[in-house]
């Protein structure tokens, strides 16, 4: 999902080359690569100025705190993974899905420690809170879009509350089950794959049912 840092650290004549745009995303790119494979709690400003080859000042001219730069990584990553999770249309539903999962688990495993930190303890945190929970409404919306040929699915023109919360509750399955394969590594991935594809049809079985009408009681 995020792109590995552009090389070395900057030259001046590389930097006056840049524009305000390349800039900030050679910043951003930079930390990235190292939030993959540490936490943001224990990246300072001092280690993404560092990798990136810039002065302290330079980084806080385009994010004024650590937090605005979490921040704004964050969301550039989401970006990242929606396009690759984008529906192929040239393909069925089921073939969507497997797609969609194998690049999810490939983002994940490259930014293991970031991915690990993040769904951790960016609950506690109020914008990074709403950062994940905006990605998961657009992965939401993606994959109702995706699941309209798939056999069975309860998807229609106007997506019903039991679809929407099942799907919803089937993303918050998503990020225990990989936390948990990433923190104990006791499950194979073919197997976790298996395991986020079964489930979600586990959840849209339950949205169809929650949305019949409820058995006449006799009353």
């Known amino acids: 999902m995020v792109s590995r840092v552009y090389g070395g650290p900057m030259t ?16 951003l790119s930079s930390g990235v690569a190292l939030l993959a494979g540490r936490s943001h709690r224990e990246v300072s400003i001092e280690d993404i100025a560092a990798a990136a080859g810039v002065s302290k000042g330079l980084l806080y001219h385009y994010f004024p705190t650590k937090r605005d730069f979490i921040l704004a990584a964050l969301e550039r990553g989401q970006r ?3 396009e690759q999770l984008r529906p192929d249309p040239r393909l069925d539903a089921e073939a969507q899905l497997d797609r969609s999962l194998e690049a999810f688990l490939d983002y994940v495993e490259e930014h293991r420690a970031a991915y690990m930190a993040i769904f951790r303890e960016g609950g506690g945190d109020p914008e990074i809170g709403a950062a994940l929970g905006a990605g998961r409404a657009e992965q939401m919306a993606m994959l109702i879009d ?3 040929g798939w056999e069975g699915s309860p998807v229609s023109a106007q997506p019903s509350p039991a679809l929407e919360t099942a799907i919803m509750g089937w993303l918050f399955f998503v990020e225990g ?13 073919d197997r976790l794959r298996l395991l986020l594809r079964t489930a979600l049809g586990g959840a849209l079985y339950a949205a169809r049912t929650a949305g019949q009408p409820p058995p006449d009681s006799g009353a």
């Open 12 to 27: 001046s004549a590389t930097r006056a080359r840049m524009s305000s745009e390349e800039r900030r995303e050679q910043l």
């Open 146 to 148: 995706a699941l309209e």
């Open 177 to 189: 089950a990989v936390l948990r394969w990433l923190e104990r590594g006791d499950l194979d991935r």
């Open 80 to 82: 990242r993974l929606a």
